[in-house]
């Protein structure tokens, strides 16, 4: 199997390129279950992002790096934008998105509470990887929705042409595989 390696401070991964279609391949990076990376990509992310009140993040790669990054950055709380509609939410806020991942649509949701927690708050988005910036467009959607205002949008990894963008920020670039 083709691997590609990543280098983020003083770690190395070897992550496995896989197709996600006839033309374009991916080194696929799960963060799930890595301790290690997480502990020290965090305090990296957390001193390239600006002085925010809340992070954001979509469910479900994202969160064990954004539990690290609140606790590097002295928080409290964090939200999760979920991906369905859970019973106890009152009044979700909804946001559909197609993630280069899942090739399909997604909604992201939030909850009244977290609703009222982000209203009139600076706010930080943030993912494991940045590829076409659909999870963050939707994300950006429902922290306006919600009345917070997005001062920074941060990733691990901007993944292809998300790595030229200007209004990201992300520790190290990965890139795309054409078949």
């Not at 033309?23 to 001193?47: H, N, Q, R, W, Y």
């Amino acid at each position: 199997m083709n691997t590609y390696t990543l280098k983020i401070g003083e770690i190395s991964r070897q992550l496995p390129i896989i197709p996600i279609s006839d033309k374009l391949s991916i080194a696929s990076f799960v963060i799930l279950g890595d301790t290690e990376l997480v502990m020290v990509s965090a305090p990296l992310l957390a001193k390239k992002i600006p002085p925010v009140d809340v992070i954001v993040t979509a469910e479900a790669k994202g969160i064990p790096f954004v539990y690290e990054l609140s606790k590097q950055l002295e928080m409290k709380r964090y939200v999760v934008a979920r991906k369905t509609i859970k019973p106890y939410m009152e009044q979700p806020l909804v946001s559909e998105v197609v993630s280069i991942t899942t090739q399909k649509k997604q909604q992201l949701c939030l909850d009244q509470a977290d609703v009222d927690f982000i209203k009139g708050k600076s706010v930080a988005i943030v993912d494991d990887v940045i590829s076409t910036g659909e999870s963050l467009r939707g994300l950006e959607e429902l922290v306006t929705k919600a009345g917070g205002n997005v001062v920074a949008k941060a990733a691990i990894l901007a993944e292809g042409d998300a790595a030229e963008r200007d209004d990201i920020i992300f520790l190290e670039k990965l890139p795309l595989f054409f078949n």
